[in-house]
């Protein structure tokens, strides 16, 4: 990979690269053609570091952060607020790709919310809007409604899948009352079918809320027996779900350049800080 041509599809991690920047970027304005030089100058910069590794991180947030320019660009207002809120659905962390299959809904589930977003930006924050995202991704009837009970319990199911992400990466030990939770909503109508090749799946059959927590279960049951579930993880730094596809399957942020930049920019503060004291002790 060589950051600074302008077709490069992919970067490290999944982040959109600075190929793909360009060709988002419309032609014959005088403005995008500013966005468009603003890209190929942080391409070509980063080229310039000797590592390969090192060099897509060092650009990547700051791709990121035109790529949010072009939305001015295109837009003509300030679309910050509203990438953001984009993401989980249709954007993730520097782009990177989603878990691979339906697994992909799973990962959507678990990303409808999070701790560093506005309480009102909750996708499952009301009745109403629980279903409308369940609908989005077929994952529920459309004529169906959900009550307000429904819609803790499909709180509390992301909570302990989201917990499940957690042990990926980990692989600390689940709480109790989580597990419970997975067992209890694990009891919903689900059942074993065999197709004409005598495979045997596990499908669910009941319809409704209780259907849609099924679908979402059964995907895990699928991951797992595919060994594509324990890449599912929770990024150390912010929690977000995210698919590791290092070949160790050793990541633990959802983006290296933005969340592992923040967790080693705190730890050398942190080490500074230390040493500082210490330094003052030796004074006194």
């Known amino acids: 990979m060589t950051i600074g041509e302008p077709d490069v599809e992919g970067g490290l991690d999944g982040a959109l690269s600075p190929g793909s920047l360009l060709r988002r970027v419309g032609a014959g304005d005088e403005h995008a053609t500013a966005a468009r030089a603003r890209i190929a100058t942080t391409a070509t910069r980063g080229a310039n570091h000797r590592s390969e590794n090192a060099r897509w991180h060092l650009t990547s947030i700051k791709l990121m952060m035109v790529a949010q320019d072009l939305s001015r660009v295109n837009d003509g207002h300030d679309m910050r607020e509203a990438e953001k809120r984009r993401l989980g659905d249709d954007l993730e962390p520097a782009y990177r790709p989603t878990a691979p299959g339906r697994l992909h809904l799973v990962q959507k589930f678990v990303n409808s919310w999070n701790h560093e977003f506005p309480a009102e930006w909750d996708r499952?924050?009301?009745?109403e809007r629980a279903r409308d995202w369940l609908v989005r991704w077929e994952l529920l009837e459309p004529e169906v409604t959900l009550t307000e009970a429904e819609r803790l319990r499909l709180v509390r199911l992301r909570e302990a899948l989201h917990a499940l992400a957690n042990a990926n990466r980990e692989g600390a030990e689940i709480p109790k009352v989580l597990i419970s939770v997975l067992d209890r909503e694990g009891a919903a109508a689900s059942r074993f079918r065999f197709d004409r090749v005598g495979?045997?799946?596990?499908?669910?059959?009941?319809?409704?809320?209780?259907?849609?927590?099924?679908?979402?279960?059964?995907?895990?049951?699928?991951?797992?027996?595919?060994?594509?579930?324990?890449?599912?993880?929770?990024?150390?730094?912010?929690?977000?779900?995210?698919?590791?596809?290092?070949?160790?399957?050793?990541?633990?942020?959802?983006?290296?350049?933005?969340?592992?930049n923040r967790t080693k920019n705190r730890a050398y503060r942190r080490r500074k800080s230390e040493l500082g004291d210490d330094e003052d002790d030796l004074t006194d």
């Open 124 to 127: 499952l924050g009301s009745p």
């Open 199 to 260: 495979e045997m799946r596990l499908e669910p059959v009941a319809p409704g809320v209780d259907g849609s927590i099924a679908r979402l279960l059964t995907i895990v049951y699928h991951a797992q027996l595919a060994k594509t579930f324990v890449r599912l993880k929770g990024c150390r730094q912010c929690g977000w779900a995210f698919y590791d596809r290092s070949k160790n399957r050793s990541g633990n942020w959802c983006s290296m350049s933005i969340c592992g």
